[in-house]
């Protein structure tokens, strides 16, 4: 036996996933990051590889050159040059969601949160509000980074902690996927056909290239559920079968319309059809029976 069949016998996935091809004959997946299979662990960590260059792309889109240069970003003058307000909200939403969880998670597991997190622009509440002042495309994609890479580091720890956190956590970052969206990069998602068989979901499936160098390519719908490359190849499969099928059988309704209605003359021509396929050629190619 397998260890990761033992896995399964002894530590499902918290979740209770299941293989997303095999309804028919559930396989539930093991518990291999917390509490977590990979699936769900892969869900956060692709979100947390992508934050960094998101960040420094819609960065770039707040001040309406759109390019990820090096622009003063303001928000404590008047804006010199036109200031998109949603490219500024989103990153900071996308920043300050990750100071927020760092925070978290730091508490929990006892440790200081990384720098980022601490600079952050806080109410005297002390709720995090989102980027400090000035920050640039560069500078935010820094942070952001050094956040990322703190929560990466300890995903499998977090992934042990308590239960609700952690699905609150996963909804949270599910925004990146959104975001990646709203802010089309000059590398774009690849559409598929396929429609995201999340319940009530049907939005389209996205392909994105990978975020970095010898990175995997990342699949989520617009909606923001995730999926594994292993689990998209599947569902594309199980949707190129049932294309096949339905094709199949418009073909026999076809033949079936076909043979009740034919007239006499089609008839005459389908034999000769037949006769010219059984006699005219050799071998299947024509013109061999002289070679
Ligand atoms: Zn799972
Ligand atoms: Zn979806």
């Not at 640039?136 to 902690?161: F, K, S, Y």
């Not at 994105?208 to 010898?214: K, L, V």
């Not at 079968?241 to 339905?246: C, D, G």
Request: net charge negative; aromatic share 8%.
């Amino acid at each position: 036996m397998t260890d990761d069949f033992l896995n399964v016998i002894e530590r499902p996935c918290a979740r209770q996933c299941v293989r997303a091809a095999t309804e028919a004959d559930p396989q539930i997946l093991p518990a291999t990051h917390g509490r977590y299979c990979s699936r769900c662990w892969g869900r956060i960590d692709q979100a947390l590889i992508q934050a960094p260059e998101l960040t420094e792309h819609i960065l770039g889109n707040v001040t309406s050159t759109g390019q990820a240069g090096g622009e003063r970003v303001d928000a404590t003058k008047d804006a010199p040059l036109p200031f998109n307000e949603g490219a500024f909200a989103d990153a900071n939403e996308l920043y300050s969601l990750l100071a927020y969880w760092c925070g978290i998670w730091a508490d929990y597991l006892e440790v200081h949160t990384p720098a980022p997190a601490k600079r952050a622009w806080r109410r005297k509440s002390g709720t995090v509000v989102g980027l400090p002042a000035g920050t640039t495309p560069q500078i935010g994609a820094r942070d952001v980074g050094l956040m990322t890479r703190w929560l990466r580091e300890r995903l499998d720890n977090i992934l042990d902690l308590a239960p609700e956190d952690v699905d609150e956590f996963d909804e949270a970052i599910r925004d990146v996927w959104r975001m990646n969206t709203r802010w089309p990069r000059i590398e774009k998602p690849r559409y598929s056909d396929l429609e995201c068989p999340a319940s009530e979901c049907e939005a389209k499936i996205a392909v994105y290239p990978p975020a970095e160098a010898g990175g995997t390519k990342s699949v989520a719908c617009d909606g923001g559920h995730y999926y594994s490359e292993e689990e998209f190849d599947e569902l594309t499969v199980q949707l190129i079968a049932q294309r096949l099928e339905r094709a199949r059988l418009a073909r026999k309704a076809g033949r079936q319309r076909q043979s009740a209605g034919r007239t006499d003359q089609q008839k005459a021509d389908d034999v000769r059809a037949a006769l010219w396929q059984k006699y005219g050629w050799v071998d299947g190619k024509p013109g061999e029976e002289s070679a």
